[in-house]
Each structure stands twice: as C-alpha cells, then as structure tokens.
C-alpha cells in the first residue's frame, strides 16, 4: 500500500513539474505581479544555470521508475534509493518553501504542490515503514 501512495504523489509531483516546465509562465500564473510569476522569475527559478522544474521532472520520474520497479522485484537497495530520493526532494522542498515564505516572499502554487508533495512521501516513507516493521514483529 505504502508504494501505491508514494506512486500517486510522485505522478502528482511529475505533472506539476511538468506543467512548470512545458508551459509559458504566463500562462498559468497569470499576469506579472502575480505571487506565482514573482517565484517563477526569481534569480531563484535555477540551480547551477538548469530550471528547477528539470530536475523535477527528472527526479520524480526516477522515483516513478524505482517504485514500481521495487513493487515488481523487491530489493533492499531500490527500498534504501527510494529512502535516499524522497529524503534529498524533502529536503529541497524545505529549502524552496524558505525561499518562497522568507527570501522571495511570494508563493508558487505548483512548486507549493511539488513541495508539499515531496514531505508528504517522507511522512508515508517514515510513518508506513515503521508501521510494517512493527507488524512484521
């Protein structure tokens, strides 16, 4: 059950990714002084000269990829990547969630969702793990 819901938020996370990524700006924020155009045009938008929105159309694909491979064969080391990935998205999203409410002081409503998104699947990660461990006893 734990890998169903970590799949639907991944799917989740990969189309808002998506949509910041394939679709103008000023399509789905609006006009220019809009909070969601405000992030989106930050010197903030990039990290090392590459969209954000790239690498997250990259990692929840990975982590799309991982899951289900991990529900089809089982291993240890997908289960530790998947662990590893929805930790280092968690912790990005931290990041990006400060930059939004205390740097740039304006909020994106998709990069909201990726980000939420991303701490929800470290809750499910934590919460459900230790759940099955302790059934499993």
């Known amino acids: ?7 639907v938020i991944f799917a989740v996370c990969l189309a808002a990714s998506a ?6 700006t000023e399509k789905i924020c609006g006009d220019e002084g809009s909070s969601c155009s405000i992030v989106q045009n ?14 997250g159309l990259v ?3 990975i982590l799309i990829f991982l899951t289900i491979s991990h529900m089809r064969k089982p291993r240890r080391q997908k289960k530790l990547s ?12 931290l990041y990006f969630i400060y930059l939004q409410a205390f740097v740039i002081k304006a909020f994106c409503p998709y990069c909201m969702v990726v ?5 929800i699947a470290l809750v499910v990660i934590i919460v459900m793990g230790k759940t099955i461990e302790v059934e499993s006893l």
Request: no cysteine; net charge positive; aromatic share 12%.
């Open 1 to 7: 059950m734990k890998y169903k819901i970590l799949l």
């Open 42 to 55: 930050s010197q903030y938008k990039e990290t090392l000269g590459v969209s954000n929105s790239y690498f």
């Open 82 to 93: 998947l662990a590893l990935g929805v930790t280092a998205s968690a912790l990005a999203s």
């Open 59 to 61: 990692a929840f694909a």
């Open 115 to 119: 980000d939420v998104g991303s701490l």
């Open 19 to 24: 949509i910041l990524t394939f679709i103008p």
